[in-house]
Protein backbone atom coordinates (compact mmCIF):
# COMPACT_ATOMS: atom_id res chain seq x y z
CA UNK A 1 0.00 0.00 0.00
CA UNK A 2 1.26 3.15 -0.85
CA UNK A 3 1.42 5.79 2.12
CA UNK A 4 2.58 9.15 2.75
CA UNK A 5 5.53 9.14 6.12
CA UNK A 6 5.37 12.52 7.59
CA UNK A 7 8.15 13.34 10.06
CA UNK A 8 10.06 16.57 11.75
CA UNK A 9 7.25 17.44 14.25
CA UNK A 10 7.74 18.20 18.06
CA UNK A 11 7.13 20.36 20.52
CA UNK A 12 8.54 24.02 20.27
CA UNK A 13 8.18 27.28 21.87
CA UNK A 14 6.52 30.48 19.94
CA UNK A 15 8.57 32.00 17.43
CA UNK A 16 10.45 28.98 16.99
CA UNK A 17 11.03 26.79 13.33
CA UNK A 18 10.50 23.31 12.53
CA UNK A 19 10.84 21.10 9.16
CA UNK A 20 8.84 18.74 8.24
CA UNK A 21 9.27 16.15 5.71
CA UNK A 22 7.28 13.52 3.95
CA UNK A 23 8.46 10.45 1.87
CA UNK A 24 6.86 7.60 -0.22
CA UNK A 25 9.52 4.86 0.24
CA UNK A 26 10.01 3.12 -3.03
CA UNK A 27 7.38 5.04 -5.51
CA UNK A 28 8.19 8.09 -7.19
CA UNK A 29 6.84 11.38 -6.52
CA UNK A 30 8.10 13.37 -9.51
CA UNK A 31 4.93 13.33 -11.38
CA UNK A 32 2.61 14.22 -8.52
CA UNK A 33 1.53 17.56 -7.33
CA UNK A 34 2.10 17.46 -2.91
CA UNK A 35 -0.07 19.02 -0.68
CA UNK A 36 0.51 20.04 3.39
CA UNK A 37 -2.16 19.94 5.16
CA UNK A 38 -3.19 19.77 8.81
CA UNK A 39 -5.95 19.42 11.21
CA UNK A 40 -5.56 20.83 14.97
CA UNK A 41 -7.60 19.57 18.22
CA UNK A 42 -11.60 19.92 17.36
CA UNK A 43 -10.94 21.73 13.68
CA UNK A 44 -11.70 20.53 10.36
CA UNK A 45 -8.63 19.47 7.88
CA UNK A 46 -6.92 22.15 6.04
CA UNK A 47 -5.14 22.27 3.26
CA UNK A 48 -2.25 24.96 4.45
CA UNK A 49 -0.09 24.38 0.92
CA UNK A 50 0.92 22.58 -2.38
CA UNK A 51 3.39 22.45 -4.82
CA UNK A 52 3.58 21.63 -8.39
CA UNK A 53 5.76 18.48 -9.93
CA UNK A 54 7.09 20.04 -12.99
CA UNK A 55 8.17 23.89 -11.97
CA UNK A 56 7.47 23.53 -8.75
CA UNK A 57 5.38 26.25 -8.46
CA UNK A 58 3.58 26.77 -5.07
CA UNK A 59 0.54 27.86 -2.90
CA UNK A 60 -0.28 28.75 0.63
CA UNK A 61 -3.20 29.36 2.84
CA UNK A 62 -3.79 33.07 4.19
CA UNK A 63 -2.86 31.51 7.89
CA UNK A 64 0.74 30.50 7.23
CA UNK A 65 1.59 32.70 4.04
CA UNK A 66 5.18 34.36 4.68
CA UNK A 67 5.88 31.96 7.73
CA UNK A 68 6.03 28.61 5.87
CA UNK A 69 7.65 27.41 2.70
CA UNK A 70 7.04 23.86 1.01
CA UNK A 71 9.53 22.59 -0.98
CA UNK A 72 10.25 19.33 -2.82
CA UNK A 73 13.65 17.09 -3.81
CA UNK A 74 12.50 14.91 -6.32
CA UNK A 75 15.29 12.99 -6.53
CA UNK A 76 15.34 12.32 -2.87
CA UNK A 77 11.82 11.68 -3.45
CA UNK A 78 10.87 13.77 -0.65
CA UNK A 79 8.62 16.93 -0.13
CA UNK A 80 9.94 19.60 2.91
CA UNK A 81 7.33 22.14 4.52
CA UNK A 82 9.80 24.76 6.64
CA UNK A 83 7.67 26.28 9.21
CA UNK A 84 9.24 29.88 10.88
CA UNK A 85 7.35 32.18 13.70
CA UNK A 86 5.72 29.30 14.91
CA UNK A 87 2.42 30.58 17.17
CA UNK A 88 0.13 28.36 19.41
CA UNK A 89 -2.47 28.26 16.76
CA UNK A 90 0.17 26.18 14.19
CA UNK A 91 -0.83 23.12 17.36
CA UNK A 92 -2.07 20.42 14.63
CA UNK A 93 -1.36 16.72 13.43
CA UNK A 94 0.36 17.67 9.75
CA UNK A 95 -0.23 15.36 6.77
CA UNK A 96 1.17 15.43 3.00
CA UNK A 97 -0.80 13.82 0.00
CA UNK A 98 -0.42 13.51 -3.16
CA UNK A 99 -3.14 14.90 -5.47
CA UNK A 100 -4.06 12.56 -7.85
CA UNK A 101 -6.04 14.73 -10.01
CA UNK A 102 -3.51 17.77 -11.21
CA UNK A 103 -0.27 17.90 -11.41
CA UNK A 104 -0.05 21.75 -11.18
CA UNK A 105 -0.58 23.35 -7.53
CA UNK A 106 -2.60 26.30 -8.64
CA UNK A 107 -3.75 27.37 -4.64
CA UNK A 108 -4.78 25.82 -1.63
CA UNK A 109 -8.83 24.79 -1.88
CA UNK A 110 -9.55 21.85 0.63
CA UNK A 111 -10.28 19.38 -2.15
CA UNK A 112 -9.05 16.79 -0.29
CA UNK A 113 -11.11 14.18 -2.30
CA UNK A 114 -8.38 14.73 -5.10
CA UNK A 115 -5.71 13.75 -2.66
CA UNK A 116 -4.48 10.24 -1.98
CA UNK A 117 -1.57 8.38 -0.13
CA UNK A 118 -2.30 9.90 3.06
CA UNK A 119 0.34 9.25 5.77
CA UNK A 120 -0.35 9.03 9.65
CA UNK A 121 0.82 12.57 9.73
CA UNK A 122 3.26 14.38 12.40
CA UNK A 123 2.72 16.21 15.51
CA UNK A 124 3.52 19.85 15.70
CA UNK A 125 3.07 21.39 18.95
CA UNK A 126 3.70 24.99 19.85
CA UNK A 127 3.67 25.69 23.66
CA UNK A 128 5.75 27.81 26.10
Known amino acids: QVQFVESGGGLVQPGGSLRLSCVVPGFALDYYSIGWFRQAPGKEREEISC????????SYADSVKGRFTISRDNARNTVYLQMNSLKPEDTAIYYCAANLKRTRCTGVFNLFHEYGYWGQGTQVTVSS
Open 51 to 58: VSSSDSST
